[in-house]
């Protein structure tokens, strides 16, 4: 079975740090696509930063590049989001999520852990 379950969030001030975890369980991470997707109550879900399988491929959100750093660690089947200058934009739920694909624009996140709620405050 597998399990995604997600860690780290908070509130803080604009300016300020968290690192977000997501523990994997059930499958390898480095086998799929693994990321970060944040989601406003009445806004579209928003993909904020996606590792690729086996680490080959980063994306980034507008929005969050030079701020935020996605990182996995294989051996923990743990992949981090390192969310620095934190800004009352980013407040929002963040979902872990992963997913097989043959490329990123075919990725189908099948997976989604339960949540984190990150708030900044200005």
């Known amino acids: 079975q597998v399990q995604l379950v997600e860690s780290g969030g908070g509130s803080v001030q604009s300016g300020g740090s968290l690192r977000l975890s997501c523990a994997a369980s059930?499958?390898?991470?480095?086998?799929?696509?693994m990321g970060w997707i944040r989601q406003v109550p009445g806004k579209e879900r928003e993909e904020v930063a996606i590792?690729?399988?086996?680490?080959?491929?980063?994306y980034y959100h507008d929005s969050v590049k030079g701020r935020f750093t996605i990182s996995r660690d294989s051996a923990k089947n743990t992949v981090y989001l390192y969310m620095n200058n934190l800004k009352p934009e980013d407040t929002a739920m963040y979902y872990c999520?992963?997913?097989?694909?043959?490329?990123?624009?075919?990725?189908?996140?099948?997976?989604w852990g339960q949540g984190t709620q990150v708030t900044v405050s200005s």
């Open positions: 590792r690729g399988s086996s680490d080959l491929f980063t």
């Open positions: 059930g499958y390898a991470s480095n086998s799929h696509y």
């Open positions: 999520a992963a997913g097989l694909g043959t490329t990123y624009v075919q990725v189908q996140f099948t997976y």
